[in-house]
């Protein structure tokens, strides 16, 4: 409907969702009153998380498990609050800085949902495959459908994880 409107198609209008989505950033923000800057850390019940675009921030590079920074919102409740990129411990100069994208407990799907790439390694992922349980992988040697499969599967609105091997 918002597609129709605009006079553009649904295809262009869905890719301009996801060019948006996949540069901005969640930051949790206080709301009733909480003190304190919102960093990129879970969001609890007395915070609210929004997506934010940040120019030049994706140009940090994200790290899963050892990043060196993190994202800060400094005078949330003022109009004229900013961002800071501050360091979690020394960074030795000509080092790269690095930031975990979203809350730090994002998965590689889930990356690439949100920001749109996957990293070359996830402690994440070895959790979820180490966790195991009913329908769970226990490796990705276990998967034993193809590209094609899976995505006929999801046109037909069936397990998006494919047949798990027993």
């Known amino acids: 409907e918002l597609a129709e409107k605009s ?3 649904k295809e262009e209008l869905q890719f301009a969702t996801w060019l948006i989505s996949s540069r901005s950033f969640v ?5 009733g009153g909480d ?6 850390g879970a969001v609890a019940a007395n915070k609210k998380a929004i997506r934010v675009l940040l120019p030049y921030l994706d140009m940090i590079n994200h790290s899963s498990d050892n990043a ?8 949330p409740e003022k109009d ?11 960074i030795k100069a000509g080092k790269e ?7 730090g407990v994002e998965s590689s799907v889930e990356l690439l949902q949100n920001y749109g790439f996957v990293p070359d390694e996830n ?13 769970c992988l226990e490796s990705l040697e276990d998967w034993d459908t193809t590209l094609e499969e899976d995505e006929k599967a999801l046109e ?3 397990d998006a994880l494919g047949n798990m091997a027993n």
């Open 123 to 135: 402690r994440i992922d070895k959790m979820m495959l180490k966790k195991g349980g009913d329908e």
């Open 27 to 31: 930051i949790s923000i206080s709301v």
């Open 35 to 40: 003190e304190g800057a919102g960093g990129s």
């Open 156 to 158: 037909e609105g069936g």
């Open 7 to 9: 006079g553009v198609s």
């Open 80 to 90: 004229e609050a900013w961002f800071a990129i501050r360091a979690t411990r020394p």
């Open 97 to 103: 800085i690095t930031i975990s994208y979203g809350t």
């Open 68 to 75: 060196n920074s993190e994202l800060h919102l400094i005078d």
